[in-house]
C-alpha cells in the first residue's frame, strides 16, 4: 500500500504556473522530506495534498483512495502549520480536542488520547493555558499535539520549525525524529533548511521552481546529485563550482566539488590566497579566493592557517563532479 | 499628556454635568444660578414626576431600546457576514461589491429621506418600529463592513485552513473562529452605531411619530413647547436618557479589551 501518490499535478494562481507536473509517491511510513528554495511551491504542493487548494489538473490518491474531491478533514490527514495556527480563544486542550469533537467521537475516547499526547509532549501540565500564555516551544508542541491526537493516515508538516530559535530548533527536530518511530505513521515534512532534510528523511523531494528536481535518500542526492542546483543546495558547506576551464584550457564545464575533498597540498593545482578562516572547534573552515571565485574548505580538527597566506589546494579527482552549462550532471 | 487629557474630558463632561445638576433643581434656580449645585431650598423632583407621570416615558424609553438594540444587532450580524464574505472568498466582482458597499459611508442616508417614505408607505411600515430599524441598519452597514473586512483580512489564512482540516465547516469557521476573534471591531462598531441611532431625531419624526411608536428623543420634544418650555421635565428626560446608553456603552467597551489574537501565530 502507498500512503501517498501524486500524479501530474499542476496548479496556477491566475497565469502564474506555481506547480508544474508533480509525481511524487510516499510509502507507508515512510518519512518524506520537501525541500527547496523560498517560493518554489512547497506550501502549495502541501496544501494541494490536504486538499486545502485544488489542483488544475492530476491526482492525489492517500492510501489508494482516489482523494480529488474529498475534503481535507475526511482525507485521513493532519497538519502542522508553519504559524503553528492554535485556535486562541481555546486552551490547550480544546485546541486539541476540537477536531475529535467535530468527528463525534465519544468522550472517554478523546480524554483517553488527549492523556496520551500530552503525556507524550509534555504538555500535562499546560492543558488549561491558553496559546497566548505558552512559549514558542510549547506552542510548537500543542500544535504537534493537535495533529497526533487526530491519530491521522499521513502527516503534513509545513515548516515547523521555522519560527523557533536555533537550540530549540534541534530538539524539537530530534523530537519529531523519535516522534516518527513511535508512530511509524507516514509523514511529509516541508523546508528550506537542508539540514533539516538531511537529517530526518528517509526520502528527500528536492523542489525548484515548481518542479522536482530530484527524489532519493539523503546520501543519493549528495553522492550522485542530478544537476547543479541539487548539487548546490544540499550539503553545508555548499558545494564549491568553478568553470573547469581555469584547469584545462577551453574546458567549458563546471566542476564542483564539495568543501570536504579539498584539501591543502604543496603540489596542489589550485593557487589560492586564503581570505578568512572559521573555527569551529571540530572543523575549520577556509574562505579561499580563487581568481574571482570563492572556495570553501572543510578541514576536519584544528588547524592554524594564516589570514591572507597562499596555499595551494588539491582534491581528488574521481570525487569531483561536471555540469554543463545548463547546469545537468555529466559524467 | 495626562493634563491633556484630562482637560478634554473636563470640557467634554461638562455639559452632561450641568444637564445632571439642573435637573434636580427648581425653575426659577434653573436660570438664575445655572451653574450651581442643588442645595436644600432649591432641590425638587418635579421634573422627573412630570416625565414619569404625563410622558408615557416608559413606552418611549422601551421603543428607543428596541429599535436601537435590534438595529445594532443587525448591523453586526448583517455587517459581519458580508464583511467574511468579501474578506474570504475570491469571486469575480469582489472589489467592485467592496467598493459599492462603501460607498454608503461618504452619501448621507437622510438625502434619501423622501424615497425612503415613499417605501415605507407602499409597504405599509410607516408608523412601526421596523421602519426605524430596517433605516438605521441599513445607515451603519457600509461603515460596519468597511471596519468589519479590513478586521477579517487580518485573520491568518492558515488558522481557517487549521479549521478546515479539523473538520469545521465553512459556517462554523465563521462563528466559532472569526466572530470571537473579531470582538474589539464588532465593539469599536457597535459603539460607533449606538449613540447617532439612540440620539437621531429625524426619521422617528417622519417615519414613526405615533404615540406607541415614539422614540425618547422624540418623546422629549412634548416638552418643548411653542411659548413656554418645561425645563424640568426635559433636563429630567436627557438625564434619563444617558443611563442606558452608558450601560451599553460599558457592555462594548469591555470587550474592546485586545490582546485576545496574541498568541494564535507568531
Ligand atoms: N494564494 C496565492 N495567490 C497567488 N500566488 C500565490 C498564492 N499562494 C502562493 N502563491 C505563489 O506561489 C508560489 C509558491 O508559494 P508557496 O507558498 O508554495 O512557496 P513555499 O515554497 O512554501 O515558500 P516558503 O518557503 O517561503 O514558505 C510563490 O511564488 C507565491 O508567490
Ligand atoms: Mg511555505
Known sequence: ?331 | MHGALILYMLIALFPVFVILINSFKTRKKIFREPLALPDSESFTLIGYETVLKQGEFFSYFQNSMIVTVASLFLILLCGAMAAYALAEYQFKGNKWMALYLALGIMIPIRIGTVAILEMMVATNLVNTLWALILVYTAQGLPLAVFILSEFMQQISDELKNAARVDGLSEYQIFLTIVIPLVRPALATVAVFNMIPIWNDLWFPLILAPAEETKTLTLGSQVFIGQYVTNWNAVLAALSMAILPVLVLYMIFSKQLIRGITSGAVK
Open chain 1, 1 to 331: 500500500m502507498t500512503a501517498l501518490v501524486v500524479e501530474g499535478v499542476n496548479k496556477y494562481f491566475g497565469d502564474v504556473h506555481v506547480l508544474k507536473d508533480i509525481n511524487i509517491e510516499v510509502n507507508q511510513g515512510e518519512f518524506v522530506v520537501f525541500v527547496g528554495p523560498s517560493g518554489c511551491g512547497k506550501s502549495t504542493l502541501l496544501r494541494v495534498i490536504a486538499g486545502l487548494e485544488q489542483a488544475n489538473s492530476g491526482n492525489v490518491s492517500i492510501d489508494d483512495k482516489l482523494v480529488n474531491a474529498v475534503p481535507p478533514a475526511k482525507r485521513g490527514i493532519a497538519m502542522v502549520f508553519q504559524s503553528y495556527a492554535l485556535y486562541p480563544h481555546l486552551n490547550v486542550r480544546g485546541n486539541m480536542t476540537l477536531a475529535l469533537k467535530q468527528a463525534r467521537l465519544n468522550k472517554t475516547v478523546i480524554n483517553e488520547r488527549v492523556a496520551k499526547v500530552s503525556q507524550m509532549l509534555d504538555l500535562e501540565d499546560y492543558l488549561h493555558r491558553y496559546p497566548s500564555e505558552l512559549s514558542g516551544g510549547q506552542r510548537q508542541r500543542v500544535a504537534i499535539g493537535r495533529a497526533i491526537v487526530r491519530e491521522p493516515k499521513l502527516f503534513l508538516f509545513d515548516e515547523p520549525l521555522s519560527n523557533l530559535d536555533a537550540a530549540l530548533r534541534i530538539n524539537t527536530r530530534i523530537e519529531i525524529a523519535n516522534l516518527h518511530k513511535q508512530l511509524s505513521t507516514s509523514m511529509i515534512y516541508v523546508t528550506h533548511d537542508q539540514t533539516e532534510a538531511m537529517t530526518l528523511a528517509d526520502k528527500i523531494v528536492v523542489l525548484r521552481d515548481g518542479v522536482v528536481e530530484q527524489t532519493g535518500t539523503p546520501m543519493e542526492l549528495y553522492n550522485n546529485p542530478a544537476n547543479q542546483f541539487v548539487a548546490g543546495f544540499l550539503g553545508a558547506p555548499a558545494m564549491n563550482f568553478l568553470p573547469a576551464d581555469l584547469l584545462s584550457n577551453g574546458d567549458t564545464r563546471t566542476i564542483g566539488i564539495r568543501p570536504e575533498d579539498l584539501a591543502i597540498n604543496a603540489n596542489g593545482q589550485l593557487k589560492t590566497r586564503v581570505q578568512h578562516v572559521e573555527h569551529l572547534g571540530g572543523d575549520t573552515n577556509l574562505i579561499v579566493q580563487l581568481n574571482q571565485h570563492q572556495l570553501t574548505v572543510r578541514l576536519f580538527g584544528q588547524h592554524n592557517v594564516e589570514e591572507s597566506s597562499n596555499v595551494n589546494l588539491g582534491f581528488d579527482t574521481s570525487r569531483a563532479l561536471y555540469f554543463d552549462t545548463n547546469g545537468a550532471r555529466l559524467d
